[in-house]
């Protein structure tokens, strides 16, 4: 039997930013353990894991001191990872572009305009690009 996939592990110098930007624009949760501090004390995490909800990791985040973001669609600095996430419809679509936008997604490439594929290349906080499209 072929080794199964755990999980997507993203590296970054902002493990609990990254973390949540990933939560809250797949409806994520954290791995019991890994969730925010609630005392007010510091959060030093260096390794954090989501899950969806049925428990299924999704995503691991680990602590970097530096990363050189993509340039893509220039190639100086290749897109090295992506992930690729489809809606249901060009109205979601659009929804959903904007709420990662508001959740601090930089906008890559637009290719809305292609009947046969319309889609979204967007980069997360710390730079790693992410695909929206119709499925």
């Known amino acids: 039997m072929p ?3 755990l999980h997507t592990v993203l590296d970054t110098p902002d493990v609990r ?3 949540e930007f990933y939560r809250e624009l797949f409806g994520l949760v954290y791995r019991p353990g890994d969730e925010p501090p609630t005392d007010g004390g510091a959060d030093d995490a ?4 989501l ?3 049925d428990g299924a990791n999704r995503f691991a985040f680990q602590l970097v001191p530096g990363l050189t ?12 990872l992506h992930v690729d996430a489809t809606v249901a419809d060009r109205s979601e679509l659009e929804r959903e572009k904007d709420r ?5 997604a930089q906008l890559r490439l637009d290719r809305t305009d292609d009947e046969e594929e319309p889609l979204y290349v967007l980069a997360d906080p710390a730079g790693h690009p992410f695909c929206l499209f119709v499925a």
């Not at 990662?100 to 601090?104: C, P, R, S, T, V």
Request: charged content about 15%; overall charge negative.
């Open 3 to 5: 080794p199964r996939i």
């Open 17 to 19: 930013g990254l973390a």
């Open 46 to 49: 260096d390794w954090l894991v």
């Open 51 to 53: 899950r969806d909800t």
């Open 69 to 80: 973001p993509t340039t893509w669609p220039s190639h100086e600095v290749p897109m090295q």
């Open 100 to 104: 990662a936008l508001a959740l601090g």
